[in-house]
């Protein structure tokens, strides 16, 4: 094979933490990856990197050798003391360096290996891995491919065993930062969003909306899929104080959390 093929890169979506996500046509692309690219993030998150090592044992085959190489995160820089343009311009420049590390690293391997990126979740939802393989494939000829995945709120979803929102009304995915500047925007052009789903809300700011829309129903889940699943749901002003407890309770006990949330408004 020329050393100017175009790489293959499998971009797999594993689902949102739990090997049972691990679709039939992510096993089959999990199979054919001779190269996983890994994030190494460091502290706690090794449990992360635990659960994507268990998913390759599950579901690779024992005759197909791989390797796992984990390539240390970049530092990023505290996210919350930023305004959006300077947190924009961080993420850009965390793109950029992960961009280097993984060029650097595809370029050493043989022309012919499958390169694969096991992705949380879905890869279409807050995740950077399609912008940064489309950023590699800039600097080298790539043919990439992608599979989807069980995101944590479809996850969150059938735990509670609901449907996020009410008969024909939509669904708005978005994240903590931005969750209740946006509510607020929709009710003051008389609009609703339908029902909220929140990730990446690592201080609850739903909490900002208990005192004035306590009728708010709230389906909350930390480690959704897990073994240590979480679950709580009812009103908003009910509830809130309860959640914030568990979740710090939860990030003291296993030293880190991921949860997310789906706030549907009072009829
Ligand atoms: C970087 S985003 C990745 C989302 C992922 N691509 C997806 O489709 O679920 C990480 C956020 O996803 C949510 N999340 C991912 N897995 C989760 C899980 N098992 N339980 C609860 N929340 C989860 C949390 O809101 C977390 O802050």
Redesign the pocket.
């Known amino acids: 094979m020329s050393p100017n093929a175009a790489r293959r890169i499998h971009v797999i979506g594993i689902g949102?933490?739990s090997p049972g996500h691990v679709t039939a046509e992510a096993a089959e692309a999990l199979a054919e990856v001779d190269v996983f690219l890994v994030a190494d993030k460091g502290g706690a998150k090794d449990d992360l990197v635990a659960v994507r090592r268990a998913i390759c044992d599950r579901f690779i085959p024992a005759d197909h050798p791989y390797e796992f190489v984990t390539v240390p995160d970049p530092q990023r820089g505290p996210d919350a003391e930023r305004d959006s343009a300077a947190y924009a311009q961080g993420v850009r420049d965390w793109h950029a360096a992960r961009t280097d590390a993984y060029v650097r690293i595809i370029e050493d391997l043989p022309a012919d290996a499958v390169v694969g990126f096991l992705?949380?979740?879905?890869?279409a939802?807050?995740?950077s891995t399609i912008r940064i393989v489309d950023a590699i494939g800039e600097r080298i000829a790539t043919t990439v491919r992608v599979i989807p995945?069980i995101?944590?709120?479809q996850?969150?979803a059938a735990a509670h065993g609901i449907v996020l929102h009410r008969v024909g009304e939509p669904v708005h995915v978005t994240t903590g930062r931005r969750l209740v500047d946006e509510w607020r925007a929709a009710e003051a052009a008389g609009l609703t969003l339908g029902t909220v789903v929140v990730?990446?809300?690592g201080h609850l700011h739903c909490r900002e909306l208990a005192a004035t829309r306590p009728d708010t129903e709230i389906h909350w889940?930390?480690?959704?899929?897990?073994p240590q699943q979480e679950l709580r749901s009812g009103r908003l002003a009910d509830v809130i104080d309860e959640i914030v407890g568990v979740r710090a309770a939860l990030r003291e006990e296993h030293g880190w959390v991921?949860?997310?949330y789906a706030l549907t408004p009072a009829p």
């Not at 992705?119 to 890869?123: E, K, Q, R």
């Not at 889940?221 to 897990?226: F, N, S």
């Open positions: 949102a933490g992705v949380w979740g879905d890869p939802f807050y995740d995945g995101s944590a709120f996850t969150l990730m990446l809300d889940g930390a480690y959704v899929g897990m991921m949860d997310v």
